[in-house]
C-alpha cells in the first residue's frame, strides 16, 4: 500500500514526498512577508508588543491544509514541519535578523504523550536557514490547559498571564527572538508567550506560524 498524500489522502506518485504535486500547487500561502503590514498583525494590535507577525498559510475548516497539521499533531508526521520550514524559510530570510527561535512548549505532559513537540522541526529548519540559534527550551508551561477549561472567564485570563515562563531570562536579555508556533486563531497562546519573553530585558519579539485561522 503506497503512502497517502497529508493533503488530500491519493497514493503519493515516484518521486512525491508527504503532500503530492497537485495539493502543493494548491496550498493557500498568504504571502505575507515580514515587510508590510497584514492582518496577523493586526490581531496583536493594542494586546501586546510584537515587531511583527507572520503565517505561511492560512487554515480552514475544511481543507488540505487542516488534513496536513491533523497528521502533524497526531499522526507522528513530525517531518511535516521541517517541510514547511524549509519552504517558508526560503521567502524570508533576507527580511529577518534573528538571533533564537524559540518554539511555543508544550507541557511537559503533553509533551511525553505526544512524542515530540510537533513545531520543533519547523522551528529548527528557520533556524538554521536565517542564522539564528535554535532554543527549544526558551520557555515552558506552567499549567497543562485542559485544567483551565472549566474555570470562569477572569480565572482564566488570569491564568494565562502566567502559563508561560522564561527557563532564563538573562540568556534572552537584548535578543531578537523568533516565536513559532503551528495555528494562530485567536492569538492567546501567542500573547501568553510573549508577555512571558517581555520579563527579559531588551527583548524583541518577532513571530512566525505554520498557519492562520483567516
Ligand atoms: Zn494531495
Known amino acids: 500500500m503506497p503512502l497517502g498524500c497529508f493533503g488530500c489522502n491519493t497514493p503519493l506518485l515516484l518521486g512525491e514526498r508527504l503532500i503530492c504535486t497537485v495539493c502543493r500547487n494548491q496550498l493557500p500561502l498568504t504571502e505575507y512577508n515580514f515587510t508590510d503590514e497584514n492582518p496577523v498583525d493586526r490581531i496583536f494590535y493594542g494586546r ?124 534572552i536579555a537584548g535578543k531578537t527572538i523568533l516565536l513559532v508556533d503551528d495555528v494562530i486563531t485567536t492569538g492567546a497562546t501567542i500573547e501568553a508567550c510573549a508577555i512571558a519573553l517581555k520579563k527579559a530585558k531588551g527583548v524583541t519579539i518577532y513571530v512566525a506560524t505554520i498557519a492562520v485561522v483567516p
Open 48 to 171: 501586546i508588543d510584537i515587531k511583527k507577525v507572520n503565517s505561511f498559510l492560512f487554515f480552514t475548516k475544511n481543507g488540505i491544509v487542516k488534513n496536513i497539521i491533523h497528521h502533524l499533531k497526531y499522526k507522528n508526521q513530525e517531518q511535516i514541519g521541517a517541510f514547511f520550514g524549509q519552504w517558508y524559510a526560503q521567502s524570508i530570510k533576507e527580511r529577518l535578523d534573528i538571533d533564537i527561535v524559540a518554539p511555543v512548549p508544550l507541557h511537559k505532559r503533553k509533551l511525553t504523550k505526544r512524542g515530540y513537540n510537533q513545531v520543533s522541526l519547523f522551528g529548527k529548519e528557520l533556524a538554521l536557514h536565517l542564522d539564528a540559534t535554535y532554543k527549544e527550551d526558551t520557555l515552558f508551561k506552567t499549567v497543562n490547559t485542559r485544567t483551565l477549561t472549566k474555570r470562569n472567564r477572569f480565572s482564566r485570563w488570569k491564568a494565562n498571564q502566567d502559563l508561560y515562563k522564561v527557563l532564563d531570562e538573562d540568556s
